[in-house]
């Protein structure tokens, strides 16, 4: 797998406790939307037993001149000393990694199911799918707790308007704890939720990322739904 060093450029929040890294792109750094890469602290002022280096999928685009990362923003050596890196900070990076793509070669309309952070790749994969208009209709179902917690809420949102061919479903399980306003769907994400939206859930290839449980909840409803094992790919997100 390529190494390469970068700098940071900027971090921002996107949602409560989840943080943006921007970093510079290297030259010669190439990636599919979906994958992931290694983030490695370059002698940290801190570090503990799980070492200095997080994968973490891309959040922007292939066609972007900048690498993007998003991560919950747990008390850990590592995210303590990312908080705080000032732009440009160096960091290692070692990708891209993974297969959690679109198959160019599929032209079956793309469910994606995402539960929290685990929206990372699919934000790639959508401006990516906007940016190329795509001719292939791509789902994204978005499952938070409340709209506070949805890292790139509105950007996810108003990507109808960028391309027909994307669409949004938001849903929100913990309303009667927010403070915002939302008008989209409530409730756990499941089969009754994607049968309102898509025609024929057999008829799609699901791509499902987030924490382990969701991931296991939403492969055994696909299965039951009559989807085929082989139009179900997963991306498990654990928390570090």
């Not at 700098?7 to 406790?17: C, I, K, Q």
């Not at 939206?197 to 290839?205: D, I, P, Q, T």
């Not at 082989?230 to 928390?239: L, Q, V, W």
Request: aromatic share 10%; glycine share 10%.
């Amino acid at each position: 797998m390529p190494k390469y060093e970068t700098a940071l450029t900027r971090s921002e929040t996107v949602a409560e406790g989840t943080m943006a890294f921007h970093f510079a792109k290297p030259a010669g750094f190439k990636f599919t939307a979906g994958q992931s890469m290694n983030v490695s602290l370059i002698d940290p002022p801190e570090s503990d037993a799980k070492g200095n280096s997080r994968t973490f999928s891309i959040v922007s685009a292939p066609h972007e001149n900048e690498l993007v990362i998003a991560t919950r923003m747990r008390d850990t050596a590592f995210k303590r000393v990312l908080k705080g890196m000032p732009p440009g900070g160096r960091v290692g990076l070692r990708g891209p990694a993974g297969m959690f793509t679109l198959d160019p070669a599929d032209a079956r309309p793309a469910a994606y199911l995402a539960g929290g952070i685990g929206i990372t790749p699919f934000v790639s994969m959508l401006r990516e799918g906007a940016h190329t208009r795509l001719a292939r209709d791509l789902w994204l179902f978005y499952s938070n707790r409340r709209p506070e917690d949805a890292a790139f809420l509105e950007e996810l949102a108003a990507l109808p308007k960028r391309h027909s061919r994307c669409h949004f479903v938001g849903t929100m399980v913990e309303m009667d704890k927010s403070r915002r306003p939302w008008s989209g769907e409530t409730g756990f994400l499941d089969r009754a939720m994607l049968e309102r939206h898509l025609k024929g859930l057999a008829a799609n290839v699901y791509y499902v990322a987030g924490p382990p449980g969701l991931v296991e909840a939403m492969q055994k409803m696909l299965v039951a739904a009559g989807v085929a094992e082989e139009a179900i790919h997963t991306d498990e997100f654990f928390g570090y």
